[in-house]
């Protein structure tokens, strides 16, 4: 499946920065960040129940929020882009 995952962590405080960092470490595990806040996955169902699962430990659900956006099958090949552009395939390898 395709997914688009943004987030918006409230950084006021030290523990809402430490949040903040937590999140972006989990979507990294699971998709290419495409721009601050926003990441591209490709997954299979049970991988996006442990991004979701682990993702809710993390987030203060009274600060923050955190959008999931599926994807048509395939949507992530097919993606218009204006400005700087990150060179990212949505389905190779996270580590390069």
């Known amino acids: ?3 688009l995952v943004t987030y918006d962590v409230e950084t006021a405080t ?3 920065q430490a949040r903040l960092r937590r999140v972006a470490k989990i979507c990294e595990g699971y998709g290419h960040r495409v721009q601050q ?3 591209e ?7 996006k129940l442990r991004l979701v699962a682990a993702l809710h430990q993390v987030i203060d659900t009274t600060h923050d929020s955190i959008r999931i956006y599926h ?4 949507a992530l090949n097919d993606i218009e882009h204006l400005g700087v552009a990150r060179d990212v ?4 390898p996270l580590v390069l």
Do not use: I
């Open 71 to 74: 994807l048509p099958a395939g």
């Open 37 to 39: 806040s926003v990441f």
């Open 14 to 16: 030290k523990a809402g």
């Open 89 to 92: 395939d949505p389905r190779g």
């Open 1 to 3: 499946m395709d997914l």
């Open 41 to 47: 996955v490709v997954c299979r169902e049970s991988d």
